[in-house]
């Protein structure tokens, strides 16, 4: 009969993704992981594999948590502002037991030009928040509140870019009150002819 | 006699400069930079100091060539959305000889968290960026350039996060073209009333 594991599998990866989210990749060591996930060292490996796949593992874990987050989040029932609104509130006004910032975006910037797995996972998670925007934005023109002139391509990458921005200023400013005019200002052109 | 020095200081500060940009800081070992710089490790050590130090030479270089760069490419005859325009493609089209993405904001997102000096460092030289960006707004005002409604410091800001924006997704876009449509819509709200 095998032995029953002695600790959550969730859980374990939860910590380990905590760790990556604050530190990095690069500086996250076997050591670190093994402290912050309370598991020995052989069972990380035996579970998660090497570090480079638990970190892979990890990245999917949140890119899980965001989705759920957002499609939690939006309802049919809100304006196109205010759904796009959400996505960037989900950003600034993140869970406090988590760390700042956004795993995705410091895993963008860390290991775009070193790592071609990770760099196109982050693509393909990137594409999708893109994608989410342009289908908020599509019923957005069926609905008049967003101005049939655009090309939605163009208007969810220009929004997913100013996205980005904020996930990446929020671990430096203090106040989240800031990103306010910001976002308000990203989105007063969807109403421009 | 002192015996004079066998490498151009100046140089060596660039080659260091250059592989923190491209691999980060905790990535990046003495020995990296002993092999990049082409110096001994007693020299490295002798005129830069330790790993940190060096680093926080390399982003005082950084600062200043980009703000030279910065400097030369805006007249005073330009309009304001020329000028800002600039500041972006200085952005999106970065001399190819250096890695991609921009140091600054890599290495607010690598060290925001864990280093103080640096996140310290980081906050002014984004400031700074911010501010330049205020005075051209200010000078469009007055121009009539820019509408006069606007709270200049929200406008900074609002530009600025597209900005940070753009230099994180350079790093995982290869075509420099896809960011035309982002900065045009980033600017088209100068004239709103």
Redesign the interface.
């Known amino acids: 009969m095998a032995r029953s594991k002695e600790f959550n599998e969730e859980e374990a990866l939860d910590k380990a993704m905590e760790i990556f989210w604050?530190?990095?990749y690069?500086?996250t060591s076997i050591q670190d992981l093994v402290d912050q996930m309370g598991i020995h060292r052989r069972s990380l490996y035996d579970t998660f594999g090497d570090k480079h796949s638990l970190f892979v593992q990890t990245l999917e874990r949140y890119e899980s948590l965001v989705a759920a987050q957002i499609r939690k989040q939006i309802t049919e029932e809100m304006t196109t502002v205010e759904s796009i609104r959400k996505i960037f509130e989900l950003a600034v006004y993140s869970d406090s037991t988590y760390?700042?910032?956004c795993l995705m975006?410091?895993t963008?910037?860390?290991l775009?030009?070193?790592d071609d797995e990770v760099?196109q996972r982050?693509?393909t998670a990137?594409k999708q928040t893109e994608n989410l925007i342009a289908d908020l934005l599509i019923r957005g023109q069926a609905r008049g509140e967003v101005a049939s002139s655009f090309?939605i391509n163009?208007?969810a990458?220009?929004i997913?870019?100013?996205?980005?921005?904020?996930r990446?200023?929020v671990?430096?400013t203090a106040n989240p009150k800031?990103f306010d005019?910001?976002i308000d200002?990203?989105l007063?052109?969807l109403k421009?002819d």
Not at 160 to 166: F, P, R, T
């Open positions: 604050k530190q990095g690069e500086k760390p700042k910032g975006v410091n963008a910037v860390e775009s030009l070193l760099s982050i693509k990137f090309d163009e208007l990458r220009y997913h870019n100013a996205l980005i921005g904020v990446v200023l671990k430096m800031e005019s910001t200002m990203t007063s052109i421009n």
